[in-house]
């Protein structure tokens, strides 16, 4: 059986440019988390991570600024694949505020409970993961400019990754490629323009799995090319998703899809 559940956040307010001290909300029973959502809407911009204080998996990469994951104002993004956590268990939150001044969040986190059932999301031996596509500032994407690989263009990926979905936040319309470079292989036939294919800011946009094999310490790099169409600079944040392999990354004790 599974029943609506949601964790908050209380109100906590980030200093200007701070990182808070990660908060640790216990698990009560087997838990599914599915979309996280400002309970009221901030008073700035901000990034997050969670993990589970168990195995210190960051879900994330890299903390990855609201919107991206959250929606703008009290929106939400769903996230594509459930983050499960055991009864007991710590989902810690990381915050650090990029609004440059002080910022009040209050953050509820939805999914639903497991009882006298079986966790089978994600499927065994993969949990969630997610990266951060960021071009901005001194690499913001330049008018009618063509960018690829370089900083904040390209992901190293370490682990066998499945991605699924992706949303975006931009300033202008660019047309967007990628490659895995290690076998040069194009994700799609030809160039796709962001409005086409990611429609409006921070709606999430599902694909067929795209495998990128890991490479260990060293990783394979996930490539983007992107090209300005907007004849203005362009400034991109893009968070893309699916699922990692998890094994050896337990520190100690059973994996929690042997224990549930």
């Known amino acids: 059986m599974r029943r609506a559940y949601t964790y908050s956040l209380d109100s906590t307010v980030l200093g200007a440019n701070a990182v808070n001290v ?10 599914v988390l599915r979309k996280i959502t400002n309970a009221v809407t901030p008073t700035g911009r ?3 991570n969670i993990w589970n204080e168990r195995d210190d998996f960051r879900y994330f990469v890299v903390r990855v600024r609201d919107d991206l994951v959250v ?3 009290q929106g939400r993004c769903y996230l594509y694949e459930g983050y499960v ?5 710590r989902m810690v939150v990381e915050l650090a505020d990029d609004s440059g001044s002080d910022n009040t969040v209050k953050i509820d986190f939805h999914g639903y409970e497991i009882v006298d059932e079986k966790v089978t999301v994600p499927e065994p031996g993969w949990a969630p993961r997610g990266f951060l596509l960021e071009l901005s500032g001194a690499n913001a994407l330049g008018s009618e400019a063509t960018v690829e690989g370089g900083v904040n263009a390209s992901l190293t990926v370490t682990e066998d990754t499945r991605f699924r979905a992706m949303t975006l936040s931009q300033t202008g319309a660019f047309e967007l490629n990628a490659y895995i470079q290690q076998y040069q292989m194009w994700l799609f036939d030809s160039m796709v323009r962001s409005q086409d294919f990611l429609g409006t800011t921070t709606d999430p946009v ?3 799995d795209i495998t990128v094999p890991g490479g260990g310490a060293y990783g394979k790099d996930l490539v983007f090319r992107l090209t300005d169409v907007s004849v203005a600079s362009n ?7 699916g ?7 337990v520190k100690g004790g059973v994996p929690w899809w042997e224990t549930v």
């Open 46 to 48: 901000y990034r997050i």
């Open 235 to 241: 400034t991109i944040l893009g968070f893309i998703y």
């Open 85 to 89: 956590f055991n009864a007991g268990d």
């Open 71 to 73: 929606g703008n104002g």
């Open 206 to 208: 599902y694909f067929s």
């Open 22 to 31: 990660p908060i640790g909300i216990r698990i009560h029973r087997p838990f």
């Open 243 to 249: 699922v990692s392999r998890i094994q050896n990354r």
